[in-house]
């Protein structure tokens, strides 16, 4: 069975990505009129199966310490990646290439990524609508949006949430639903910031501007993860 592009894309950047010392995050290709092949590398992070719980601190480091790929790393591994592509001629169209970090609203690519953002609010769209076990009067849904409590071997725990234009987290009450990875089609984290409070009204002063209810991250932290490349390829 011939490779699909993503596999060849893989298997092409894989060595690019182990040299720079990173981690191949995920690949993603979006066809079209000009198809875009985007590729996300990342710092090693602390390795942890699906259903263990990450110690705070390591949770904590996950964000904070490494930080996150540069710029003249993508930019390198975009060259190469490029001439490769070209040299084994896998994508007859044209086709633009895109080489980032997962940035804060990374998409996940598979089980074991999602373990160490529990706590985080997740987006996820589904291949086919669901009903939360228990809620019968539920109207089922092909998206969801919750903070993540819980991930398994077969897939995760979202409790449903909203977020408001101010960057409040609102729970929606009900059960919390379990989805399957096999329904999944896309899942990414939904990174969220408070909007600043008014002069003069610190935390307690005003209504929906306590803090902590966003989960949102030190600005520091925020920059480090979002180190994007502008390195390009085009055929």
Do not use: N
């Not at 993503?6 to 990505?17: D, F, M």
């Not at 005003?206 to 979002?226: E, L, N, T, W």
């Amino acid at each position: 069975m011939p490779e699909t592009l993503e596999e060849t894309v893989t298997r092409l950047v894989s060595p690019l990505v182990r040299a720079q010392g990173l981690d191949l995050w995920g690949v993603e290709v979006l066809p079209g009129g000009r198809t875009k092949v985007r590729v996300f590398v990342d710092v090693p992070r602390p390795a942890q199966a699906a259903g263990d719980a990450l110690p705070e601190e390591a949770a904590e480091a996950a964000f904070a310490e490494p930080g996150s790929a540069s710029i003249d790393q993508c930019e390198e591994i975009s060259r190469e990646l490029g001439l490769a592509m070209d040299v084994e001629d896998c994508v007859p169209e044209a086709w633009v290439l895109e080489v980032s970090s997962p940035g804060l609203d990374r998409r996940f690519f598979s089980l074991d990524q999602m373990a160490p953002y529990v706590g985080d609010l997740v987006e996820a769209r589904l291949a086919s609508p669901l009903t939360p076990e228990g809620e019968g009067g539920a109207a089922p849904r092909l998206r969801w949006r919750g903070r993540l409590t819980g991930v398994d071997a077969e897939g995760f725990t979202l409790e449903p949430c909203a977020v408001s234009a101010d960057g409040e987290v609102r729970p929606e009450g009900g059960a919390p639903v379990h989805l399957p990875w096999a329904e999944v089609r896309r899942a990414a984290r939904i990174p969220v910031f408070q909007k600043p409070a008014k002069p003069g009204k610190g935390p307690g002063k005003g209504p929906g501007k306590a803090p902590g209810k966003g989960r949102a991250r030190h600005p520091s932290q925020a920059g480090r993860a979002r180190a994007a490349a502008g390195g390009r390829h085009e055929s």
